[in-house]
Each structure stands twice: as structure tokens, then as C-alpha cells.
């Protein structure tokens, strides 16, 4: 192929790589693991933010903002989430640098401006928060804070990959604080509900939404939990948790709130985010070989139109017009289009290069097909060309796009359900896993010592206890152990 | 006063203070030099934020975002800019913590995980943007690259003030690239003006547009354009810049392109920002010893709806519905609006917070004023209260914010207007200075030598050189030599 993007079936991950590179939305950077996000794939991160960000006020968060730097001994504070976050910490020891006295125009480390004590660059921001919230929090008067940052954080990966594990990366972190345990838990359903709200009904790729066991729980929670998705690969994708924090971090922070009947309680505590790797879930769900496709409700843009042009420079320039009028009319309707008039491109280079971008409709405006009163749309997900009349041309457009987010909604859910495996013994467990991927239902007897040698031997991890999940009597499929219920187990991301 | 502020004449910079802690902008971290912006003054950012980023949109530019890390080696690589700002750069020198083996439950720097090399919290994004811009830009074609990010920054400033100075920022850097020069210069020129737009008609803060001497030049720039604001105290305000770099950072990161002649040229460049800083020009140019005064246009709450709260249940209930009526009618408006209907608090002490807080419009509902068919509406800046019929209230708000909006400009321009002072020997130089403060116009010989000598003696500086300054024979008001032009002089935050 022209584009030379790598197929799925010869190389995934390759595939994956280009469609990032040459889809225009990610680069790589100088910097080890971190990379720059092209204006491309920020338009795309800008439209998931602000209708996150409006979700998030509607059930009454604010935003605000926390430093980007915390001090070692207010990150050692809530020890197991220090443990969970230290081996992946970039640290602040300077403040200086110098001009190097044997080396003009080079800098170094300025060993005077030492830090009296080290900085962690935030890889989470629950201690520095909760410092904070020391100051804010006195009476249940103060209570809930209900307060969201969007912010970069860093977390040292060896092995980083574009969007979907990188060095630094953008996302938000709500953190909540209450005045009882029910409220806490309240507000973490809430917020997973609405990430898979989001996911679903906007990025168009089904979740499943459970809880954490022991082993893949946030560090310094009680509870965590997730929304989980399914790639084409038959890999799983953890696309937003909410954590049940307790009372860990205001007893590692002393924040105390005198209650209504003047006794002193510990404060009850969440967090919740969704990051940049929402970007890797969307290219994996849906993309195919000939480049990206991106659910409209998301699109930076969500038609191309593409005037035909010839020598006739009238004729070119009437069809530029009409162009632009329905780029005008469009925007009128809230729908996000671009022309695209460069004479300096073929109609066919144009065609491909819209196709990897993964703009849902092409909208391609020629004199034959004018003169006949309608022009010829093409759908980026199925591929299918038609005409249609020009007179009702938004109303068909407006429908179109609805049509195309369904589609991929119901297309990902059933690749998603076809892949949920029921498995009762461990030999088709690792079978199903090779062959098929996806996710593997099966019993376990809750040990965490069980789940990691089923992960040493497969790769495999529990992805979620299903919320509502089916109470069913049966045999662990490692141990032969009894067990209540199915869980849900896949290699992941 | 019970608000506990300190008030202007008093202690200014307690004043200041006083309003960004007090207010509910801002608070001391645990962090040196950095603050938390809390969720008011966050919400004051986001309304600065949007305005600018749709004023950016629609000038052409995208939005993108680069790492927070910039690799010592290309920091370095841009010599003027590095040395401008080595001196404040934190830096990240590993990668890991452990747990200390002699100290349980502590952490300490893994040294054996140590960065080959050092990275620096990036200060500015120049070079990390020209380094990727080189592999973006390889003919005409792909100029010009019109490029916004909204991203944190670093800067280790050794004393700190709330939102005006502080270690850890937040802002905007606009990096743009060029075929021709006068390409780039007419970007420079265009951004200063969409800044000086921003900040007069939203923030209502008058401006001096005008160029930078090279004292006080943006490192690595060939010009900079500046909006100079004029704060309470008579000191000056840098509120927003604008840098043509010409081909400083193309020489550093070798970024060329081939012309419309096939010809290798190197790319002409701009950078521009405003930041939170912007916050503390703002309460320094409106506040008074009440509290914060925002402008409407930006306002987190434009209005503050109060309904009288009595014993008589079924009164209270009625004040209350009208009071949310009200609030959904101004919102339809697109005026943003609170109702407080907070039992526990009295009248007095909620008239007190929102005058604090600087909420534009204070509407009282009560029973007696409502059964004349009235309400009465306190406005912030001239603390003017008056009845008005209730069947015209949402006009009558609507036409009472715009009001506000031009008085807080008029009555600020006023107070600038009056302080500039045109000056002819140093004698009056200095004592305008210390009586009466604001810019002093000015006859300069053009030798930096001259500027930090006057600096040195008086602590002021050139602001700018307004532009389109009339032309004007003189002698320099410190060294007698020949000038051509006046330029404004002012001690600046």
C-alpha cells in the first residue's frame, strides 16, 4: 500500500505504530518514553476532555490545580502508595544549572543549588492533595470537596509505548473527600459509571465494569474500579478507574473533620482518572488497515468535503463554493468539516490520506453528479459510496454520522461479546488464551497467590469481578479450589 | 474590618495577599514557590483560558503539547536562551526511589538509577519545540506551522508571590514558524494585539503596547513585543509578550526548508505567553480594600442571588423559588449565577463574603421589596444598591454587567492615564518615582549601560517603547547624550 501502514495480520503492534505516526496524531520525542502529541491528536484529546469535563460539572466537581511537584516526605506519608509509585519516580535534586568552566556554551549541574530535599515529580497526586486538604477540612461544614485537576504526571516506564504507556502523560485525577464511608463509595460508582457512559456513548467501545482484585488494585485503596475494554488483538485495555480510597490518606494526612454530633472522624477519600491511553483504546477498537477511524461524537473533523477540480477554472471555483457553503451549513448544525481544495493533490492521494486520518464522511462534490442534483458520500467505516440528493444533503449527513457511531458501538460489542469465554479447566483456559484471546470467564478460589501463577504462566491477569456479577458455585480453574463466582481474566495493556 | 484584611494604604503587598488567600484564589503548597490554584481561582483561569484559546483558533493557530522535559544537551543548544534561564531550572537527575534500608517506611534516590542524562523541567518550550519542528519541516509546504500548547512550567524563583511569581506556572506558549521574515514579524505583531484585545476588553486593564529594550528582551529573541499594565501602587505590570526570534532557533536546531525556488533557507520563528500571572495584575488593577472586584466577562459568578430567609417557612420557600427562577432565567442568558440560600449564615455575612469575593452583581429578593414588584441589586464596583422592577430584571442585570465591564476599564484607564508623567531631568525622574509612581516618559540615549545604571539608582526600568511613538528630539534624562524618542520607565512587578 501507498500509505505503507503495516497490516494488523502481519504485525499489530507495528499497525498500531503507524497509524499513530502517519495517522498525525503522536510523535516521538528526544525525551526517553515521552512524546508529542500532534495537533491532530490534541484536537481529538481536546473533544474527550470537554465533554468529560462538562460530565464532571454536571455532577458537581470543580477543577483546580495542585503542583506538579511533591516533596519526598509527603509522598513517603501513605506508605503503600508510595511503595506502589517509588520505582517509577522522576526526582528533582537541582535547582541550578551553570555554564561548565571546561566546556563554552555546555551547562552543568550547578552542585551548589542541591536541594535540601528531593521532589517527586507527581506520578499521582493523592499526597500533595491531601496535604492540602489538611488546611480545607475542619467542620463536616467543609464536607464533600468534590474537586478535579487536569494535569501531566510522569511514571518511569522501561518499556513506554505511544498513548499507551508513556514517561509523561496527560489526564485528569478527581479527588474526593467526605464525611462517610456510604458517600465515598457513592461517588466511586458514580464516577466509573460515568467513564463507561463516556467510553460507550461517545468513544463508541464497550465496557465491562467491575471491580480490582487484590493484586491489580491502586496502591493505597481499598477498592478500585475499572471499566475494562477489548482490542481487535484480543488484548484488554483498563480504560478509567475510580478508587475507594478509605480513610488511608486522611489518616496518613491527619485530616480529621468534627461531625454533627462534635466527634472527631477520619475523612473518607476517592480518586478517579482517565488519560491519554483513552486515545490508544480508541485506535486499537476500531481502526482497520487502511488507517484510523474515529467515532463522530469525537472526530476532530467529522467530514471532508472535496471539491472536484479541472482546467475549467469556472467550473473548479463554483465547486469550491458549493463546497464551502456546506462547510458553512455544517457548522451551523454544530458539525465539525474541513474543505479541502489543494490542486496541488490528486483526488485518490486526497481519498487515502482522509481514510488513514479516519474522517467519518468524505463528501466529494463534482459537476456530473451536481447537475444531477447530488453528490457522493463515502463512509470511512464500511467503506460504502453512495449519492444523495443535495437538496436534504445535512439532514442526510446529520443521519449518516448518527448511523456511523452506532455501527462502531455495535460492531466492537460484538467482536467484545464473542470474545467473553466461559472455560472450566486450565488446559482450555491456555488454549482459548492463544487461539482466541479476549476474555476468559472463569472460577477462582481469590487467592492472590493463585491469580500471579496464572499470570507467570500465561500472561494472563483478572482483569475485574464483573459488578453484578452472577453468584454461581464452581471449581477454581488453577486450583480446583471452590469458588462463587466467575471472574473475568485476559492478557492486557 | 472582620473580613481581617489588610487594607491598601496600609500594607499593600498584605493586601494583596490578604485577597488571593482570602478570596479563595489561592493557597501556600508544601511545595516551595508553588501555590494550589483553588477551585475559584481555577474557574477564573478557565474563563481567561477560553477566551484566549478561541482568540487563538480563530487567528489560525492549533493546539498541541511537547514534553515537560527537555534533555540538557538541547536546552543548551539555543545559547541565549540557555543562559537566560540555567539559573532557574529545576532538574531531574534519576529516575527511582527505594526504600531506605536504614530508615523503615522511608524512601530514598536509587543511585543506581541515575539519567544518563540530565533532563530540565522546561522553563520555556523553544527548544523542545524547535528540535521536533526540525523533523516537521521540510519544504514551503509545510509552513507556516502555527502552533499553541497550554502547558505548566517551571522557573526557580528565589522569592515567590502568588499567581505573580511564582516557581511552578501555568500558561500558554504559542510557537510558531515561518517561510519569510515579515511572515513572522506580522505574527509577533498580531498575538501582542490579540493580547492587548484579551486583557482591556475582558479583563478590563488597560494596556501600553510597545517594544522590549534589549536589557529586558526574552532570551534568544530579536524583538520583544510587550502589553505593559499599570497596577494600584503605581508599579508596572508585564502582562503578556510576544517574541520575534527571527532565525535563532532555526540556526540552533538546524530547521531549514526549501523555498518556492528550491532554494535552502532557514525558518523564522515566533514564541508568545501570558500566564496565571495575569491573575495578579488583575486583582492589583481593580481590587479594593473589600475585597476582590472581577470583571464580569470573566467572572467565575456574575451575579449572586440572595433570597431573604425567615422564620415563616412558607415565605422563605416562595423567596427561595423565586431566587432559583431567577438563576435559570439569567442562565438562559448565559449569565452565570448562585443562589445562597444558606440558613445558617446572616444577610451581613454574606453581603461580606461575595464583596470579597469581587461577584460583580449582589440581587436581595425579599418579601416586602417583592410585593412592590422590586429587588434590590448591590453593584461590587461602586457599591451602588438600588431597587428595580422585577418584570424587567433580566434586561436590567444584563445592562448593569455591561456597565460594570466599562466602568472597571474607564475608571482604571483613568487612574493610568494620570500616571504617566512625562519627565526631562533626573532630579523629577526620581522623585515622581517615589511620590507618585506610574510611567515616567522619558528621554533614553539607547545604551543599556544607561538603563541599568538608572535601574541601579532607582529600581525602575524601561517598561517599553510604545509603539507607533512619536518621533521627538531630546537628551537623555540620566547622561544628557541625543534621543529621538521618549520611553516609558517604571518600577515593575
Known amino acids: 500500500m501507498s500509505k505503507g501502514i503495516t497490516s494488523r495480520a502481519e504485525n499489530y503492534s507495528e499497525w498500531y505504530n503507524d497509524l499513530v505516526l502517519k495517522g498525525g496524531l503522536a510523535d516521538y520525542s528526544a525525551v526517553r518514553g515521552c512524546m508529542v502529541i500532534k495537533p491532530y491528536g490534541f484536537t481529538l484529546w481536546e473533544n474527550m476532555r470537554d465533554i468529560l469535563d462538562k460530565k464532571f460539572k454536571e455532577t458537581g ?16 506519608a501513605e506508605e503503600t502508595n508510595a511503595e506502589g509509585f517509588a520505582k517509577e519516580c522522576a526526582v528533582v535534586t537541582h535547582y541550578r544549572l551553570k555554564t561548565d568552566p571546561e566546556n563554552k556554551g555546555k551547562l552543568i549541574i550547578d552542585p551548589e543549588a542541591k536541594l535540601e530535599e528531593e521532589l517527586v515529580v507527581r506520578p499521582t497526586s493523592e499526597a500533595i492533595i491531601w496535604n492540602t486538604y489538611k488546611k480545607w477540612i475542619q467542620s463536616y461544614r467543609d464536607l464533600p470537596i468534590l474537586v478535579n485537576q487536569w494535569a501531566n504526571v510522569v511514571r518511569w516506564e522501561m518499556r513506554t509505548r505511544l498513548f499507551l504507556r508513556t514517561a509523561e502523560f496527560l489526564w485528569q485525577e478527581g479527588h474526593t473527600a467526605h464525611a462517610t464511608k456510604s458517600e465515598a463509595v457513592e461517588e466511586t460508582v458514580q464516577m466509573i459509571n460515568v467513564y463507561a457512559d463516556f467510553v460507550e456513548n461517545y468513544m463508541a467501545i464497550p465496557v465491562i465494569k467491575g471491580v480490582k482484585s487484590a493484586n491489580e488494585r491502586f496502591a493505597g485503596a481499598e477498592d478500585t474500579y475499572t471499566i475494562e475494554a477489548l482490542m481487535q488483538d484480543g488484548k484488554a485495555l483498563q480504560s478509567g478507574t475510580s478508587h475507594f480510597l478509605g480513610q488511608n490518606f486522611a489518616k496518613a494526612f491527619d485530616v480529621k473533620f468534627v461531625n454533627k454530633e462534635n466527634n472527631e472522624e477520619y475523612v473518607w477519600a476517592t480518586s478517579w482518572g482517565v488519560s491519554t491511553r483513552l486515545i490508544g483504546a480508541l485506535i486499537m477498537a476500531h481502526s482497520d488497515d487502511e488507517g484510523l477511524i474515529i467515532p463522530p461524537k469525537i472526530a476532530p473533523h467529522q467530514v471532508v468535503i472535496i471539491p472536484f477540480l479541472s482546467k475549467n477554472v469556472e467550473e473548479t471555483q463554483s465547486m469550491i463554493d458549493k463546497a464551502n457553503e456546506l462547510k458553512q451549513n455544517l457548522s451551523k448544525l454544530g458539525i465539525r468539516s474541513i474543505v479541502d481544495s489543494d490542486e496541488t493533490k490528486r483526488p485518490g492521494f486526497k481519498f487515502a490520506e482522509y481514510e488513514l486520518k479516519g474522517i467519518p464522511l468524505r463528501v466529494v462534490i463534482g459537476p456530473r453528479d451536481l447537475a444531477n442534483g447530488v453528490v457522493e458520500i463515502a463512509r470511512r467505516d464500511t467503506k460504502e459510496k453512495s449519492t444523495f440528493p443535495i437538496e436534504s444533503l445535512q439532514e442526510t449527513i446529520v443521519g449518516l454520522l448518527d ?14 461479546d464473542s470474545h467473553i469465554t466461559e472455560v472450566d479447566d486450565f488446559e482450555t483456559f491456555q488454549k482459548v488464551l492463544e487461539e482466541k484471546g479476549g476474555f476468559i470467564s472463569a472460577h477462582w478460589d481469590g487467592t492472590p497467590e493463585t491469580e500471579d501463577k496464572i499470570k507467570e504462566l500465561t500472561k494472563a491477569t483478572i482483569r475485574c469481578i464483573p459488578l453484578g456479577n452472577k453468584k454461581e458455585e464452581g471449581k477454581c480453574v488453577f486450583t480446583g479450589k471452590s469458588s462463587q463466582e466467575r471472574v473475568l481474566f485476559a492478557r492486557a495493556y
Not at 62 to 71: G, S
Not at 403 to 416: D, P, T, W
Open 61 to 76: 466537581h470543580v477543577n483546580a490545580y495542585f503542583p506538579l511537584f511533591v516533596p519526598k516526605s509527603l509522598f513517603e
Open 403 to 416: 448511523e456511523i457511531q452506532n455501527n462502531l458501538f455495535a460492531k466492537a460489542k460484538r467482536f467484545r
